[in-house]
């Protein structure tokens, strides 16, 4: 069992710019949460996607957007970077099956604006 | 709003040394508590989790917690310390209405040789 995986491990960017990030969630999972951890501090939740529609929300702005495929896996998307979107933007997966149980995080893909 | 708090930036002990990293809760209704652990330039590992059921969890690497509805608290409990148990530690909580996570700002723990 592979986990969960993200790619890339880590990005550089400039202000202005876009930039995409992707996950896949651990075998028989179909729920992807996106969290954004600054540093020093705990995880954000970004928001959730579940039978491919945006499902959850967190506070975060528009400029996040993101989108989940037919086979689970899920992409987040962030316009306009800011310097202040500098964060380890980490993965989780989990079953939508079931009581609430434990998220699976990847190990996070770390995202520099310059 | 519902959160949980880690009140402490980190915790030193000594190795064989018992250890408790702290959290308590401000959560309407049954709290879903969860412990994680991160390593450097790692992803979160979870721990353990109290959902109902007894107030003490057993969970991996030796970890347990325990909950104290009077007191609002779920602390992270080892018996013994180990040097390789140093990692960050998150507090969190599980709204389960939209099966999200609020994490607390987080817990270093540092195991001295």
């Known amino acids: 069992d592979a986990g969960v995986t993200q790619s890339p491990t880590h990005l550089i960017k400039t202000r202005g710019q876009q930039v995409t990030l992707r996950c896949s969630p651990k075998?028989?999972?179909?729920?992807v949460s996106w969290y954004q951890q600054a540093l020093g501090q705990g995880p954000q939740f970004i928001f959730q996607?579940?039978?491919?529609?945006?499902?959850q929300r967190g506070n975060f702005p528009d400029r996040f957007s993101g989108h989940q495929f037919p086979n689970y896996s899920s992409e987040l998307n962030v316009n306009a970077l800011l310097l202040g979107d500098s964060a380890l933007y980490l993965c989780a997966s989990s079953s939508q099956a079931g009581t609430a149980g434990e998220q699976f995080f990847g190990p996070g893909t770390r995202l520099t604006v310059l | 709003a519902q959160s949980v708090a880690q009140p402490e930036d980190q915790v030193n002990v000594a190795e064989g040394n018992p250890l408790t990293v702290k959290c308590t809760y401000s959560?309407?209704?049954?709290?879903?508590l969860f412990w994680y652990v991160q390593y450097p330039n790692r992803g979160l590992q979870f721990l353990l989790k109290y959902i109902t059921g007894d107030n003490l969890v057993k969970g991996s690497y030796g970890f347990e917690a325990e909950f104290n509805k009077s007191q609002t608290s779920f602390h992270l409990k080892k018996p013994s310390a180990l040097v390789s148990d140093s990692a960050l530690y998150f507090c969190?909580?599980?709204?389960?209405?939209?099966?999200?996570?609020?994490f607390g700002s987080g817990t270093r723990l540092q195991v001295q040789p």
């Open positions: 969190a909580h599980m709204d389960t209405g939209r099966r999200a996570l609020t």
């Open positions: 996607y579940y039978e491919e529609e945006e499902r």
């Open positions: 959560v309407s209704g049954n709290p879903y």
């Open positions: 075998s028989g999972h179909d729920t």
